[in-house]
């Protein structure tokens, strides 16, 4: 099936006078007859169902659905993209162990994997995506257990080259993680390129309509974990009675040691609603992500002709440094585009504030046109030196072109621009 196609129909073919839309199954528990039984699906949760906080029918839907669109072997819904994220790295390093990061990702991932993993004595090596394959492979570590990157930075919107650092990563015997959420898998699949996870925010595009948080983690199946130095997926699990991941589950080890082990001890897995929610955002995210693309680029070549505008990224327009980039791995270059306002800060604060129909959010990728200020607002936590390192600028604006005609959005941007003239 084509991804239009795999949108409507993956993850879920009712039987015969089954319900055609994916049911919500609004229950923690499953009933056995026998305790047998039971102790079975404790021995190995991938038998059958047993509480919903490691999976729920109207979940594993959508994780079925997701999985088919990236191409993968199985997925693993979680509460939040911040959680997938969190999962995605924990599912490999333990205390002691490192992972290498680029430094252009989402400001509150920066945060996560700078100070949070700290704690849990995990330590995160930044590297410029831009640095020679010498100088990013000097960073790595005998310690080092991932490479992460993501597809379409957020806010910088430059694009990753995810064929080189999955090489630099392969030679390294570690997996390389991507963050898909801007392009989703309708615009980029990582996994063609050689990256072996994906995450998202499903929040962004997959949800599309700002109405409930979520995540995904998605396994390729094709790294080899026993080449690396992965103990917890290639020796005995004691905290599952003894059972070896590899050896067990073969190229799906990964996806299900992050929920035996990992879902199990944190939960932070999604409500059977909200799984209902992401899934009809799903149903129209290929046709929406089109009508995305197209509205932006028409909205970034306005913004590019602007005397106001000092610089503007998107890796659509001809002049961005990542267009050739995008080429490579985008069908499209989502709907968000970055631009900084001549006169800084105040000049983009006010800039912002003489908008009408775009609204000032501390969102994205929505179907609506929305607007936000990185420096004040999301990478507030970041320090000057960090801001800088995620192609942070003070008067940085990160413009979420949504489905409204383009020529309502261009008039709302002209009249807030002769506003502040």
Known sequence: MKDATKCLHAGYTPKNSEPRVVPIVQSTTYVYDTTAEVAAVFDDPTKSLIYSRFANPTVMAVEEKIAELEGGVGAMCTSSGQAASLLSVLNLCDAGDSFISSTEIYGGTVNLFAFTLKKLGIECIWVDKNASDEEIAKAFKPNTKLVFGETIANPALTVFDIERFAKIAHDHNVPLIIDNTFATPVLCKPFEFGADIVVHSTTKYMDGHAVQGGGVIVDSGKFDWTKGNF???????????????????????????????????????????????????????????????????????????????????????????????????????????????????????????????????????????????????????????????????????????????????????????????
């Open 231 to 421: 103990p917890g997926l290639t020796e005995p699990d004691e905290s599952y009675h003894g059972i070896t991941y590899t050896d067990t589950y073969g190229d799906a080890a990964y996806i299900i040691k992050a929920r035996m082990q990992l879902m199990r001890d944190f939960g932070t897995y999604p409500a059977a609603h909200s799984a209902f929610l992401l899934n009809l955002g799903l149903e129209t995210l290929e046709v929406r992500m089109k009508q995305y693309c197209e509205n932006a680029l028409t909205v970034a070549k306005y913004l590019e002709k602007n005397d106001l505008v000092e610089s503007i990224t998107y890796p659509g327009l001809e002049s961005d440094p990542g267009y050739e980039l995008g080429k490579k791995y985008l069908k499209g270059c989502s709907g968000v585009i970055s631009f900084v306002m001549k006169g800084g800060k105040e000049k983009a604060m006010n800039f912002m504030d003489s908008l009408k129909l775009a609204s000032n959010e501390v969102h994205v990728a929505d179907i609506r046109t929305c607007v936000l200020h990185p420096a004040s607002e999301t990478h507030r936590q970041l320090t000057d030196e960090q801001l800088v390192a995620a192609g942070i600028e003070p008067g940085m604006i990160r413009l979420s072109v949504g489905l409204e005609d383009v020529d309502d959005i261009l008039a709302d941007l002209e009249q807030a621009f002769d506003k502040i003239r």
